[in-house]
Nanobody, 125 residues
């Protein structure tokens, strides 16, 4: 089992920045990749970014490419999401997720084995 705990959410003004953190504990040696998703009420969970734990290879959703950066600290078993130049449309609950396996469907929530509890990000106009 892997436990994930997100932090860093909050209220930010449009155009501002925020950094989310996700601390992993438990059997982290089994982690292949970690990702970030977000969800707003009434909509499906949306893929944001993924980072492969060993290689550091990253992929981003087009909606955040150039604004968000995913990074990791292997020693701390922590993954980060740096969010820059955020518009109100980035308001959502942001979730951290971990996958034990390689998958071409990295943008599909069902490809992940573990999830955090989520952290709210609210962007004011």
């Amino acid at each position: 089992q892997v436990q994930l705990v997100e932090s860093g959410g909050g209220l930010v003004q449009a155009g501002g920045s925020l950094r989310l953190s996700c601390a992993a504990s438990g059997r982290t040696s089994s982690t292949y990749a970690m990702g970030w998703f977000r969800q707003v009420p009434g909509k499906e969970r949306e893929f944001i970014a993924i980072i492969r734990w060993t290689s550091g290879i990253t992929y981003y959703a087009d909606s955040v490419k150039g604004r968000f950066t995913i990074a990791k600290d292997n020693a701390q078993n922590t993954v980060y999401l740096q969010m820059n130049n955020v518009p109100p449309e980035d308001t959502a609950v942001y979730y951290c997720a971990a996958s034990r396996h390689s998958s071409s469907s990295y943008d599909y929530a069902g490809s992940y084995d573990y999830w955090g509890q989520g952290t709210q990000v609210s962007v004011s106009s």
